[in-house]
Each structure stands twice: as C-alpha cells, then as structure tokens.
C-alpha cells in the first residue's frame, strides 16, 4: 500500500474494539469483509479471523484489521466509529467509495 491509512478510527473505537477482544482472550486480526443485511444491500461488517494469503493488513493503535484487496478495491478507505444510543450500539463503516445508499448509516457488532 501507499503508506496512507486505509482504516481510520474515531474516537472510542479502539478502546471498544480492544476491550471485546480481551473479554473473549481473543488474539486474531479483525477482518473489514461486505456483508447483507436487510434484503438486498451490502454493508460493511466485522469479524474475528485468520490472516489469508494476499491480505491488506492495517495496524491501527495495536489493533490488526485485514481486508481482502478485491474488497479494498470496491470500498477504498474506511472510516470506524462508534454508537452508544438507546437503541443503536455498536460500531459504523463507512468507505471512501459507497457501497450502498445506507453507507455509514447501519450498526453491525464484531462476529466470533
């Protein structure tokens, strides 16, 4: 890669992410992938998993994030932040290029 971030954290995130991660004595990279939720479109998700041959990994703030390039190349960089609302908790993707129109907008949790 260039060099350039290609994951950005907001504030909190990688607290959060860190914290899950030692609830569960887990130690893998956390993994960027698309995801559908709803009926159709795609979103952004999170899960626990092993590093893949041809992997972009990403170190942000000792936490890994890899993501397959063939993904990185639909999505481009991605921005993590965090809810805590009464009725959305968890974590929001969003990419540089859209991937639907609800882009930044769903809540997904990190899978195990």
């Given at each position: 890669m260039?060099g350039?971030?290609?994951?950005?954290?907001?504030?909190?995130?990688?607290?959060?992410?860190?914290?899950?991660?030692?609830?569960?004595?887990?130690s893998?990279?956390?993994?960027?992938?698309?995801?559908?939720?709803?009926?159709c479109?795609?979103?952004?998700?999170?899960?626990?998993?092993?590093?893949?041959?041809?992997d972009?990994?990403?170190?942000?703030?000792?936490v890994?994030?890899?993501?397959n390039?063939?993904?990185?190349?639909i999505?481009?960089?991605?921005?993590?932040?965090?809810?805590d609302?009464?009725?959305r908790k968890?974590?929001?993707?969003?990419?540089a290029?859209?991937?639907?129109?609800?882009?930044?907008?769903?809540?997904?949790e990190?899978?195990?």
């Amino acid at each position: 890669m260039t060099g350039i971030p290609i994951v950005t954290l907001e504030p909190g995130v990688s607290r959060a992410i860190k914290s899950f991660l030692a609830a569960k004595c887990i130690s893998q990279p956390i993994r960027i992938d698309l995801g559908f939720t709803g009926c159709c479109d795609a979103s952004l998700c999170m899960s626990v998993d092993r590093l893949l041959d041809g992997d972009i990994i990403e170190e942000v703030d000792n936490v890994t994030f890899v993501i397959n390039p063939e993904t990185y190349e639909i999505t481009g960089d991605i921005t993590i932040s965090l809810v805590d609302e009464t009725d959305r908790k968890g974590f929001v993707l969003g990419s540089a290029k859209p991937i639907s129109e609800w882009d930044g907008f769903g809540v997904c949790e990190i899978r195990t």
